[in-house]
């Protein structure tokens, strides 16, 4: 989900984003070169309930709608992405970090003002914390070990011995979970 504050139905840059995100297939494009499938927003629902079969009048589409697609006021809107099957496997950082990248430098928008959520934008901030979190960790980790190794074994090439065992397990575990 993608929303900046002042985003509404006549913001030019959503369908900026559209283009940029989602470029028209050609017939040697193929569906797998790109991170998103669909993109959803809350002025094309308000189109769709309001043509055939459903003939709303365009007050109550938005009314349906409003605090999940379209925001209290009836005017603010957002942006649903839809990941693709490419997408899911490049993970979801590059897919954040592609939305980010559009907004900022293709539609002009400051990255404070950007709002994103949804799962993929949780995932990608918990495998950034994660990893900053890992890597201080195990240089930590590092530095005990080698210590309590050198004050039990007073020889080098033990410690390498021991060392590299523990790192080849660890990896090993880290591998076997994934």
């Known amino acids: 989900l993608a929303s900046w504050d002042g985003i509404s139905f006549e ?4 369908e900026l984003m559209r283009e940029k995100l989602l470029p028209v297939r ?3 494009s193929k569906e797998s070169d790109f991170y998103f499938k669909s993109v959803v927003t809350g002025a094309e629902l308000v189109e769709k309930l309001t043509q055939e079969p459903l003939n709303l009048e365009p007050d109550d589409a938005i009314q349906k709608l409003k605090g999940s697609l379209i925001g209290r006021d009836g005017k603010t809107t957002c942006m649903v992405f ?5 997408g899911k496997l490049r993970g979801a950082r590059r897919c ?6 559009v907004a900022t430098q293709e539609c002009s928008l400051p990255l404070t003002k950007l709002h ?5 934008v949780d995932n990608a901030g918990m495998d950034k914390a994660g990893e ?5 960790l ?7 070990g080698i210590s309590i190794s050198w004050w039990c074994l007073r020889s080098f090439r033990l410690i390498a011995i021991v060392f590299f065992t523990g790192v080849y397990c660890a990896a090993l575990s880290l591998a076997i979970v994934k």
């Open 96 to 101: 954040v970090s592609r939305i980010r990248e």
């Open 138 to 144: 195990a240089s930590v980790a590092c530095v005990v």
């Open 11 to 14: 913001d030019q840059r959503i």
């Open 26 to 28: 050609k017939d040697s």
């Open 132 to 136: 900053g979190s890992l890597l201080r």
């Open 116 to 120: 994103l959520g949804g799962p993929a």
């Open 82 to 86: 839809t990941l693709s099957d490419f």
